[in-house]
């Protein structure tokens, strides 16, 4: 059973950073992708930044190079660094991980398994 658990959320002033970390477990091959997604209560869960197998990442616009996505196999862990944050980065961030395609999709239905989330508040 693969479980993801996101830790490392907080409170922070804006242009503030936050390190969040996703420990990942119950697996016997890397997953294809894993990503960090996030949701706003009333809005739809929206991709941040995502990393494939190959290590290879990508990131959406509004990220505008303040974040950095990276996963230490090793230690089944995945990393979201975030820098230089906005109040409309605030939201439950979710680690996301699947087995299924060979390419990173943004879309939240491509992704199989799911943490339970972590809060990020950014104050003005």
């Known amino acids: 059973q693969v479980q993801l658990v996101e830790s490392g959320g907080g409170s922070v002033q804006a242009g503030g950073s936050l390190r969040l970390s996703c420990a990942a477990s119950?697996?016997?091959?890397?997953?294809?992708?894993m990503a960090w997604f996030r949701q706003v209560p009333g809005k739809k869960r929206e991709g941040v930044a995502y990393?494939?197998?190959?290590?290879?990442?990508s990131y959406e616009d509004f990220v505008e190079g303040r974040f950095t996505i990276s996963q230490d196999s090793a230690k089944r862990t995945l990393y979201l660094q975030m820098n230089s944050l906005k109040p409309e980065d605030t939201a439950k961030y979710y680690c996301?991980?699947?087995?299924?395609?060979?390419?990173?999709?943004?879309?939240?239905?491509?992704?199989?398994?799911w943490g339970q989330g972590t809060q990020v508040t950014v104050a003005s």
């Open positions: 119950g697996y016997t091959r890397d997953p294809n992708c």
């Open positions: 990393i494939d197998i190959t290590g290879s990442s």
């Open positions: 996301a991980a699947h087995f299924s395609f060979s390419r990173c999709y943004s879309a939240p239905e491509s992704f199989t398994y």
